[in-house]
């Protein structure tokens, strides 16, 4: 009953630091997404991709790269992390008629 | 470009009443309008959808039309529960293409006993 699943949860970085999070689904959905949740700004599109091996900017994609090396997993990394980018990060896919999220990655940048 | 307006929240109320969290977009073409619920500590869990003009899509006793000619999406729920407590958001996207999803702001529900 997995679905799509985000690893880590919770992470702390400091300024300057490097992560990925990755975003893994079991439903052999086409369609992957990155998406940003900030309080009273709704969801923010990153990244996002059509396929194995194409990736597309979304409406934020700025200190962001992604990758989708396998159809299965969409990597989100963060190369030089900025406390602006504190936030809920939150993978999804789809093959139509609606969304299936990952429970998110909640990430501090101190 | 796209978008979506959620009514402000926090929105409270008493078990049993009568719930309406008002939606309207702005958009070329014909999307599809969607309302999202998400829990506590969770991710958004599709509540419902319609994908063409006066459809209403409904589930678990949640309501919604969509209103091409005021361009509204309104979600509705005759008597709330505690249960329902939640973030509740309303999106538009395409079912075809890459299948973008807009989202509103949110609106957070507080149903008390």
């Known amino acids: 009953n997995a679905g799509v699943t985000q690893t880590p949860k919770f992470r702390v970085l400091k300024t300057g630091q490097s992560m990925t999070l990755l975003c893994a689904q079991d439903m052999n959905h086409e369609y992957m997404y990155w998406y940003r949740q900030d309080p009273g700004m709704g969801l923010r599109l990153i990244h996002y991709s059509v396929g194995e091996g194409t990736t597309a900017k979304g409406e934020v994609p700025d200190g962001y790269n992604v990758s989708r090396l396998k159809k299965q997993n969409f990597l989100l990394g963060l190369e030089s992390a900025a406390p602006s980018q504190t936030s809920v990060y939150f993978c999804?896919?789809?093959?139509?008629?609606?969304?299936?999220f990952g429970s998110g990655t909640r990430l501090t940048v101190v | 470009g796209n978008s979506v307006t959620q009514m402000e929240g926090p929105v409270t109320l008493s078990e049993e009443a009568f719930l309406t969290i008002n939606c309207t977009y702005t958009a070329t073409g014909y999307p599809s309008l969607f309302w999202y619920v998400q829990y506590p500590g969770e991710g958004l869990q599709l509540l419902l959808k319609?994908?063409?003009?006066?459809d209403k899509g409904s589930n678990k006793g949640f309501e919604a039309t969509y209103r091409k000619e005021t361009t509204s999406f309104h979600l509705e729920k005759g008597s709330v529960q505690v249960s329902d407590s939640a973030v509740y958001f309303c999106?538009?996207?395409?079912?075809?293409?890459?299948?973008?999803?807009?989202f509103g702001q949110g609106t957070r529900l507080t149903i008390n006993p």
């Open positions: 999106a538009l996207g395409s079912l075809q293409g890459a299948q973008k999803l807009v």
């Open positions: 999804a896919s789809t093959e139509g008629y609606g969304y299936t």
């Open positions: 319609a994908t063409k003009a006066d």
